[in-house]
């Protein structure tokens, strides 16, 4: 078919989105033309890629969360359509930033857990693999964050209000999901995601709740007005927000109710298409895995046993055989909150089926575990039923034919602690796969200087899709005019961002400054407390000795923290109290400066990972899974001041001591050093923190009459629950202003600074979700490339 250029393309779907002249539309509906203008262009490609591989082995991603981005530019820039699509703006007096700039960040995750099953998508339909990822369609995602007198305030973020091209509504495919009190439509939402320098388009399906009766007429006709839409309402709140709270037990009901919504639907998506290509489903791992990214679709594994015995008359052993040659989980965490459990009650309420083949499970699991002599003390501990607890962790460890963790440290604790039963008994399942990062939206799309300079000196853009082809500029370590170039580059982008946060919150920044970043979700062991407290250190030194010469430097911060999380809460109006008194006093803040991105997702990422000097990763070693900001910061040319935690030890493996800023107690060291640890005897020994300290209760800060600055210092002094300072705050405080401090006189060096950050650039390769994805598709997933 005679398809029309691009000028011509978005010139129709501007007057048919807005209904008048092209000359008046606004950039939101250039965007939306633009965007249907780039589904046309893939349309034939994506429907050939999903015949494709609906006829051979596939690998499914369940995955709660999806943290996409914006779509546009990513889009274009895979399918090589940025001039052509700024030539067509232009023709009609539109400018393309302008245009990009009005796309809604698509919510549909939290933090990095989204943010990796993105990057996974991305780099499976970049190396044309089978792969298809499965969610749900939420309403409002987490939300819209927003700072009112310091502290954390939510509004939904309602991010499809003037619609979205890219999620393409498939009516004809919905099914039924059917709960104890419910039963519910559920309509998929197809996402195409188009890869770097291929035809293949894959797949990102997103389901959408939606009543089997949209209204009670007979209600409505008798004038009980809010009784005929009860229902509706009750099916809506499923996809309604991504992680309802759930310190309530109706948040946990809603919690259980979502995910059982997304595995069942995804299942019957899959099943029907298997028996469509092979007409039985004996063969069923043959053909398919599943990825169970986290707990949060563990229901999926009594799902299919539901399936399989109810609906397609299978034994127990088969069903059982077929389930376990399926599914493959990842585990995320350490910490005991994360692995879920949740109240047999519930299972009861929502699904009595399930509880009874989840008890069977457990029967099951028991009778195995005493025909090896185990310990019955540990078989109760391990039993996936306990007391009246469901343990999703343990499900899956039981039923998965591969358990990974995504970070080498990562996977050698859950070997040595939190899963090491499991290890004893099954240590042929589990196996690391460190994570990564898509350098197409990380470093080439967000970084075109940067990127631009990269092509250049390989001769190419193979690096693009070929991370490793960067390991050849090591010659120009030592090349002045390149480190110069380097400077340059990381200098204008510090420009750009300075620009950027001066539009959207009014605060002016110095670019000659060192950009000092942490950016990531708030939680104690991420240790964004230590931070500030730093900050608040060095503004009390700078206040004793206005001749202490320092390296000017911007503090910049981005977090949400989740609604019900107080503590974490506190820290932020703790930083912005910080942010207040610092950015006020004309004696410091021509030196430093404090800076809190409000609602930080990935689009703020994408102004803030170019511009950073050093990157902030500095949680209590031994509780990061990985990290994958830590990559995309090293991928710019950011040097990392960090823990020996999660990634990035492998970091360090790479660019040598020498190119990083590494301190703090190792994990290894920790449990000795706790053994006689006080830190309130600590923080007295240590010159200049306890008047830190004391500035939380002194008055010095206001939290508004509500006593967190209180239980913030007493979490660090007291113990309650848990140990007095179990993230290791004040016992890491020390040695961290050392380094800190050192770090910043280094950064005078500039041509040395520019070669450590060279070497950062040039070793990211082992860091590309390129690698994680073929790691994944050979050792777990058995696939083969599918090229259209």
Not at 61 to 75: D, I, T
Not at 133 to 157: C, M
Not at 172 to 194: F, K
Request: proline share 4%.
């Amino acid at each position: 078919m005679n398809r029309p250029d691009m000028t011509t393309s978005v010139g129709m779907q501007v007057r048919a989105v807005s209904g008048r002249n092209e000359r008046s539309g606004t950039p939101t509906e250039y965007w939306t033309a633009l965007s249907n203008a780039v589904v046309d262009r893939i349309a034939d490609n994506w429907e050939k890629t999903e015949k494709a591989y609906n006829a051979g082995r596939m690998q499914h991603y369940f995955s709660a969360e999806f943290l996409m981005g914006r779509a546009l530019l990513n889009n274009l820039n895979n399918i090589g359509m940025i001039e052509e699509a700024s030539e067509a703006l232009n023709a009609f007096g539109q400018n393309l930033s302008d245009v990009l700039e009005a796309e809604p960040d698509a919510a549909l995750g939290n933090g990095g857990l989204g943010r990796l099953a993105a990057c996974f998508l991305d780099s499976s339909a970049t190396m044309n693999l089978p792969v298809r990822g499965y969610g749900i369609l939420y309403r409002y995602g987490l939300f819209k964050q927003y700072f009112e007198d310091g502290f954390q305030q939510e509004k939904p973020d309602a991010w499809m209000e003037e619609g979205y091209p890219f999620v393409i509504r498939r009516e004809e495919e919905q099914v039924r999901v059917n709960y104890a009190d419910l039963e519910v439509r559920a309509v998929p939402y197809d996402m195409p995601i188009t890869g770097y320098g291929t035809d293949n388009v894959n797949t990102l399906r997103l389901w959408k709740a939606e009543p089997v009766e949209e209204f009670d007429y007979d209600a409505f006709n008798s004038q009980r007005f809010t009784d005929a839409i009860v229902e509706r309402e009750r099916v809506h709140d499923i996809c309604r927000v991504l992680y309802p709270n759930d310190s309530t037990y109706e948040g946990k009901v809603l919690r259980v109710r979502q995910q059982y919504f997304f595995v069942s639907a995804s299942l019957q998506t899959i099943i029907k298409n298997h028996l469509e290509q092979h007409g039985t489903l004996t063969n069923f791992a043959e053909f398919n895995s599943i990825q169970l990214n986290d707990t949060h679709p563990v229901l999926a594994i009594p799902e299919l046993m539901r399936v399989l015995l109810d609906e397609h008359g299978f034994e127990w052993d088969d069903a059982w055989k077929v389930v376990t040659g399926t599914f493959a989980y990842t585990n995320h965490t350490v910490l005991a909150e994360a692995l879920e459990t949740w109240e047999v009650s519930i299972f009861d309420r929502l699904f009595p089926r399930i509880t009874q083949i989840v008890r069977e499970i457990d029967r099951r699991f028991r009778e195995e575990l005493a025909a090896l002599n185990m310990h019955p003390g540990k078989i109760d501990y391990m039993s996936p039923v306990q007391g009246n607890m469901v343990h999703m962790a343990w499900i899956a460890c039981y039923a998965a034919y591969s358990i990974n963790g995504v970070a080498a440290l990562h996977t050698e604790i859950l070997k040595k602690d939190t899963l090491h039963d499991w290890h004893d008994i099954w240590p042929e399942k589990f196996n690391n796969k460190t994570n990564g990062v898509t350098p197409r939206r990380w470093l080439h799309q967000c970084n075109p200087r940067l990127s631009a300079l990269l092509t250049e000196l390989v001769g190419s853009d193979a690096w693009v899709s070929d991370l490793d082809e960067l390991k050849k500029l090591e010659s120009y370590m030592n090349d002045d005019a390149v480190l110069a170039r380097l400077n340059e580059i990381k200098h204008a982008n510090k420009v750009d961002f300075a620009q950027w946060i001066k539009n959207r919150q009014g605060i002016e920044i110095n670019p000659d400054a060192v950009y000092d970043v942490q950016i990531k979700r708030l939680h104690e062991y991420k240790r964004q407390l230590l931070n500030a407290l730093y900050i608040l250190d060095l503004y009390y030194r700078l206040k004793d000795d206005p001749s202490l010469e320092v390296t000017p430097r911007v503090f910049i911060f981005g977090a949400k923290a989740a609604p019900g999380y107080v503590r974490a809460k506190a820290i932020i109006k703790f930083i912005n109290e910080i942010a207040k008194l610092v950015n006020n006093d004309p004696d410091v803040n021509e030196t430093i400066k404090v800076v809190f991105i409000e609602n930080y997702n990935v689009s703020p990422a994408e102004k803030i990972i170019p511009a950073t000097d050093v990157s902030e990763q500095i949680s209590t070693a031994g509780k990061e899974a990985s990290g994958t900001g830590n990559m995309k910061f090293m991928m710019n040319g950011a040097l990392t001041l960090g823990t020996l935690d999660g990634a990035n030890v492998e970091i360090v493996d790479s660019v040598g001591y020498d190119n990083a800023y590494i301190f703090g107690a190792k994990e290894e060291e920790l449990p000795e050093l706790r053994l006689n640890y006080n830190p309130r005897y600590v923080a007295e020994q240590t010159p200049g923190l306890k008047r830190v300290l004391d500035s939380l209760v002194d008055g010095t800060f206001d939290d508004g009459g509500t006593g967190m600055f209180h239980d913030l210092l007493n979490s660090l002094y007291e113990p309650s629950w848990e140990p007095a300072d179990v993230y290791y705050v004040i016992g890491d405080f020390a040695d961290y202003r050392e380094t800190r401090d050192r770090m910043a006189e280094d950064y005078k060096d500039r041509r040395h600074w520019a070669q450590m950050a060279w070497k950062n650039i040039i070793e990211s390769g082992r860091f590309s979700s390129d690698r994680t994805i073929a790691d994944y598709s050979r050792d777990v997933w058995k696939l083969d490339e599918t090229k259209i």
